[in-house]
C-alpha cells in the first residue's frame, strides 16, 4: 500500500504565490507518475500537472501552464506544486495521485494512489 500525505495549501491574496508538498510512503517502489489534481465547490475534479518518476517529462492543464511549475524529490518521495500568479478561479481542493503503472496521463482514472486533499483558497 502506498501513503499519499498533501500539505501546504493555505489562503494567499490573488496574484500570491504557494507551494504544496506531496509526500509518499510505503512501497512507493513499484509507482511510477505522480499528479496533481483539484476540485472546486460545484465542479468536476481536473486535471492539474504531472510528472514522470525519471522527472524527464512533465505535463500541464491548459489552466496553470505558465503559472504551475510540478517538480519532484525522489530521495524524500516528494513531489511539489509550485503556484504562483494565483488567481481566485484557482480556489481548490488539491488532491495528489500516483499511479501504480507506467505512464503518464490527465485523467483520474488512470492513477491508484491518492491522498486527502489541501485546500488552497485565493482571495480578491
Known amino acids: 500500500q502506498v501513503h499519499v500525505v498533501e500539505s501546504g495549501g493555505g489562503l494567499v491574496q490573488a496574484g500570491g504565490s504557494l507551494r504544496l508538498s506531496c509526500a509518499a510512503s510505503?512501497?512507493?517502489?513499484?509507482?511510477?507518475?505522480t499528479g496533481w489534481f483539484r476540485q472546486a465547490p460545484g465542479k468536476e475534479r481536473e486535471f492539474v500537472a504531472a510528472?514522470?518518476?525519471?522527472?524527464?517529462?512533465?505535463y500541464y492543464g491548459d489552466s496553470v501552464k505558465g503559472r504551475f511549475t510540478i517538480s519532484r524529490d525522489n530521495a524524500k518521495n516528494t513531489v511539489y506544486l509550485q503556484m504562483n500568479s494565483l488567481k481566485t478561479e484557482d480556489t481548490a481542493v488539491y488532491y495528489c495521485?500516483?499511479?501504480?503503472?507506467?505512464?503518464?496521463?490527465?485523467?483520474?482514472?488512470?492513477?491508484?494512489?491518492w491522498g486527502q486533499g489541501t485546500q488552497v483558497t485565493v482571495s480578491s
Open positions: 495521485a500516483i499511479r501504480g503503472a507506467y505512464g503518464l496521463g490527465d485523467s483520474d482514472s488512470e492513477y491508484d494512489y
Open positions: 510505503g512501497r512507493t517502489f513499484n509507482t511510477y507518475g
Open positions: 510528472i514522470s518518476r525519471s522527472v524527464i517529462r512533465t
